[in-house]
């Protein structure tokens, strides 16, 4: 069974100011990580994904990697409200499956 | 086109009965997956189909019987279901086992 840990306990932020979710994951062979965002009732969306160790950033969003220490980060800069959802971790294992966090909720307060 | 297409939003049925989910992508993605989700769960993975050829089964329950008719369209059949097989049922696919792309879902009631 493959670990993915996120904290799942809500993480509020007042607007403006930068939400920070963390993952770790326990395949060291993992190579490609993924973040989707998940609102209530809806359907998991691509965010983001990264490959190579280091920082990666698409316009709010920045993820981070180091895969000597197992871990995967998303940051998300200047929140918004309707940044307000459940953020799943997934890396990819050995035979092409994802292994999807339990979620990181975030909340947004206005 | 870059949208997974999933038919119906909404479905409630009772154990009797027998259903089937519609998934399709035009999006030239050569897998294409169905996940099953609880609510406050994360995605559990069903089965995957690669090429048109089952490639990978979760240990589903034969009541879910999953059928690739061409590289565009994804089923899955249902039959005899329990109320606790009820949820957010996801088709997703993807292009050379990366990123995967999701529908909208299936929210399945079963009583």
């Known amino acids: 069974q493959k670990e993915v840990e996120q904290n799942s306990g809500p993480l509020s932020v007042p607007e403006g100011a930068i939400a920070s979710l963390n993952c770790t994951y326990s395949?060291?062979?993992?190579?490609?990580f993924f973040w989707y965002r998940q609102y209530s009732g809806k359907s998991p969306e691509l965010i983001m994904s990264i490959y190579s160790n280091g920082d990666k950033e698409d316009g709010r969003f920045t993820a981070q990697l180091n895969k000597a220490s197992q871990y995967v980060s998303l940051l998300i800069r200047d929140s918004q409200p309707s940044d307000s959802a459940t953020y799943l971790c997934a890396p990819r294992y050995g035979n092409n499956r994802l292994a999807f966090g339990k979620g990181n909720q975030v909340v947004v307060i206005p | 086109d870059t949208e997974v297409t999933q038919t119906p939003k909404h479905l409630v049925m009772g154990m009797t009965n027998k259903k089937s989910l519609k998934c399709e992508q035009h999006?030239?993605?050569?897998?294409m997956y169905w996940y099953k989700q609880k609510a406050k769960k994360p995605p559990e993975l069903m089965f995957v189909y690669s090429y048109e050829k089952l490639s990978i089964n979760e240990s589903v329950p034969s009541r879910f019987s999953p059928e690739c008719p061409n590289s565009s369209l994804l089923n899955l059949h249902l039959h005899a279901l329990q109320p606790e097989d009820s949820a957010l049922y996801l088709c997703?696919?993807?292009?050379?086992?990366?990123?995967?792309?999701f529908g909208s879902g299936t929210q399945l009631s079963v009583l």
């Open positions: 999006m030239g993605h050569r897998a």
């Open positions: 395949d060291r062979g993992s190579q490609s």
């Open positions: 997703a696919s993807s292009q050379n086992n990366e990123k995967l792309f």
